[in-house]
């Protein structure tokens, strides 16, 4: 079901949006971002509020243009679709609110079965979602056929989920899929999540929760007001942060038992270090990009 | 003693029965200690929260009793109960955007309230206090809309403590927040207690890495009962009850890898609270239940300050 995952690639991705009285100002939401994501590879998005960390979500769904910049999966322009659908899909914050509150909850399964799957029988169908509720590891018996009241947010978001591996699923933008979960049920999630990965699912993470960022994600993107921070290889980024932003990222997170931390402070701008630098991000190690420290001496460092 | 609560039994009424959100929880809060509150959805701790504050029409006051420095709260009267609010207890609500109206600015809307209690503005206690949360003077002249989510959850928690309340309860106030404001939010609460402003502080939440921050003890509740209440550092390294244990194995630590070791939720889900099962709430997800569980097990002290309510954690 899961072969043949879609390569996700953006190449200074920018989004601006009108703003203002009369639409006369404008806002760049999102401004050059650049990465790429690898059939079978989990990437997190990880920003504060207004980094545009949705915004490249709801771009990557075709729910927002992009103003320029390319975005494609495969080589393909996002061209929203019914056969665009069919392979990316995307899972969003609260579980509560894409369910309509007076159906049952696996009525979602039967709008997909309108929508795509019209020509297949009842018998078969039955299996089908019996196949996709298992493989999001929920009893069958104690899901279908209950409205959405009767079930938990870890349940009602797995369902959705299930939904989409009906469809032929390639890559899945999954936006802060488990804040509004409980620590117990969030793992069931990400562990279900880590699943699909291993099966040759691409997948974006969107989430401002830099803890369950790194437990899933090969890569890393941080973002700060729409532009990328610094990104690469997970370990690398949050093992050895090089931008002030990530250091004060990391030390925020509260641990258990463990007072907070003050970010160390970078001796030097990683990205001007050893001369100036042409492109918006310099690479330190094999994939390990940084973004420019702003540091009051930055660009004047001698060559 | 500022607070005990004994035996606490607070119920809905819904049109299929009771609904035994609350069923009986007892416990202490000492002058200036602040005490964490943490359990799934559905485990009664907002309940509590409200309780002391407002039972809301579904609510009913089954039994027990509240006591606020040696006066004990009249809980179902709502109307006695208004000499106790905002002067005594006073709450930080989880959504503090739809706390404020969004049609005044913040300064008159503090003028107002106050005014309601009979009591005048002192403009420079004001602005000391919103300095103490890390706030402008300025910001008393905008809307809410003008603010972002933690200016308006931490220009709440300075409403909310204007009259020096004994106790605060602040429910979920950091759930909505992003780190660095979660951090600047738990900041400005343990300021506001250190300061005096407030005497002593209940904070609910579901994070218990952020709880281990701010509280001096923190008390775990399942399904409408304690289940165990420690200071911080015992319940967070040797918890006693099996459901406490596995709340914080299911903990994503920073660094910790799908890869390395996964980690593990906790199967299955809370009893419904219609009906509760009799005997220990947590059995059927319980790892360690067997055939002596199906009696209630009773809340024991097995340290000084250490209460556990589990027939295997002794």
Known sequence: ?303 | MTLTVKDLRVHYRTLRGEVRALDGVGFDLADGEILGLAGESGCGKTTLGKALIRLDGRMRHVGGSVTLDGDELPLSDDRAMNAYRFHKISLVPQYSMSALNPTRRIGRMIRELLASRGVTVDTGELHRRLALVGLEPDVLDRYPIELSGGMKQRAVMVISTLLDPSVLVADEVTSALDVSNQQAVVGALTGLRDKGLVTSMIFVTHDLGLTSHIADSIMVMYAGKLAEKAPTKVLTTEPRHPYTKMLIGSLPQVGARFVDKPLSGIEGSPPSLLNPPAGCRFRARCPLADSGCAEEPPVVEVAPRHTVACWKAA
């Open chain 1, 1 to 303: 079901m899961l072969e043949g995952g879609l390569m996700l690639t953006l190449d200074r991705v920018t989004k601006t949006f009108r703003a203002g009285a009369f639409g006369g100002g404008s806002t760049t939401a999102v401004d050059r971002v650049s990465f790429s994501a690898a059939p079978g590879e989990l990437v997190s998005l990880i920003g504060e509020s207004g980094s545009g960390k949705s915004t490249i979500g709801r771009m990557v769904l075709g729910l927002t243009q992009v103003s320029s910049g390319s975005l494609t999966l495969d080589g393909e322009q996002v061209r929203p679709g019914k056969d665009f659908y069919r392979r990316v899909q995307g899972v969003f914050q609260d579980p509560f609110s894409c369910y309509n509150p007076v159906f049952k909850a696996d009525r979602v399964f039967a709008l997909v079965r309108r929508a795509y799957h019209p020509d297949v029988s009842d018998r078969e169908w039955a299996d089908r979602v019996e196949k996709a509720v298992r493989d999001v590891r929920l009893d069958p018996g104690q899901v279908l056929g209950r409205y959405p009241h009767q079930l938990s947010g870890g349940q009602l978001q797995r369902l959705l989920i299930a939904r989409a591996l009906l469809l032929d699923l390639r890559f899945l933008v999954a936006d802060e899929i488990t804040s509004m979960l409980d620590a117990s049920t969030r793992i069931d999630v990400l562990n279900l999540l880590a699943g699909l990965k291993e099966r040759g699912l691409g997948v974006l993470y969107i989430t401002h929760d830099l803890s369950l960022g790194t437990y899933l994600a090969e890569k890393t993107v941080v973002l700060r007001s729409g532009r990328v921070v610094e990104r690469g290889d997970t370990q690398k980024v949050f093992g050895n942060p090089l931008h002030p932003y990530t250091r004060t990222l990391l030390a925020a997170v509260p641990r258990l038992n463990q007072p907070w931390t003050t970010a160390e402070p970078v001796a030097a701008c990683a990205y001007h270090e050893g001369g100036a630098r042409d492109g918006d991000l310099y690479e330190t190690e094999p994939d390990h990009f940084v973004a420019c420290a702003g540091l009051p001496d930055c660009g004047r460092t001698p060559a």
